[in-house]
C-alpha cells in the first residue's frame, strides 16, 4: 500500500483547500492503483514517453483520473503531451507556448498549462527566468492562443532544503501569481511544494502541491 491517505490527511489538517498532486514518476502503474484505491485522483508525471507507457488514453482511465505533466515539455514532444496529458504544469518558454497552441490546433483540442517560474535563479533548472518574461506570456496566451487555458502559476523550490531559502522563492512566485491574475483573472492555481517543503509553501499561498516520495516511496531511478 502506498501512504497517500497519510499524505491526504496531513495536507488537509494544514489547509483544506490545497490540492495533491501524487507524483507517481519511476513508479508503476500497480503503485498508482493503490493510490487509486486509497483515494488519489490526480497524478503527476515528469516523461512524455514514460505517462504514455504507464497511463491508459484520457478515455479509457479510471473514473476521475487525471495526470499532469509536470517535467520540463520539449517541443517534438509537445503533441504526444497533448494526447496524454490532462494538463502541462511546465511551460517555460514563449516558444513552448506557441508550440503548444499550432498543436492543439491540429488535433482540434484544448490544452490547460501553468507558467513555470525558475524561482531560485539556478541556471539546472527551466523555467521562466523573470517574472516579467512570465508576464509576456500571459499577455501572448490571451491574444493569441485560444486553445490555451492559463490557469496559474508553478515553481520548483531550491535546491536542497532550506526553509528561508524556500520561503524568498515561494513568496516572490506568489506575487507573481497576483500579478498574473491581474492580467488572467480566471488563473487559480499556484502549484508550490513537495514532499520536504510543502508545508512552508502552503504558508506562502500554494494551492497544489506535488508530493512523491512521501506517497511511493524512494524511487527506482533505474526503471
Known sequence: MTEYRKAEEAVKAVSAGVALVAVSKFHPYEAVMEAYAEGARIFGENRVQEMRE??????????????????????????????????????????????????????????????????????????????????????????????????????????????????????STAALFSELRAIIPSASVLSMGMSADWRTAIACGSNEVRIGTAIFGERDYGR
Open 54 to 171: 504507464k497511463f491508459p488514453p484520457k478515455d479509457a482511465r479510471p473514473d476521475g483520473m487525471k495526470v499532469f505533466l509536470i517535467g520540463q515539455l520539449q517541443r517534438n514532444k509537445v503533441k504526444k503531451a497533448i494526447e496524454w496529458a490532462d494538463r502541462i504544469e511546465s511551460v517555460d518558454s514563449i516558444p513552448l507556448l506557441q508550440k503548444i497552441e499550432a498543436e492543439c490546433e491540429a488535433l482540434d483540442a484544448t490544452m490547460e498549462i501553468l507558467f513555470e517560474f525558475n524561482s531560485s535563479g539556478e541556471e539546472q533548472k527551466s523555467g521562466f527566468r523573470t517574472g516579467g518574461e512570465l508576464l509576456d506570456a500571459a499577455r501572448l496566451a490571451i491574444s493569441s492562443c485560444p486553445r490555451v487555458s492559463v490557469a496559474g502559476v508553478m515553481t520548483v523550490g531550491p535546491l536542497g532544503y532550506d526553509e528561508s531559502a524556500n520561503e524568498r522563492a515561494f513568496r
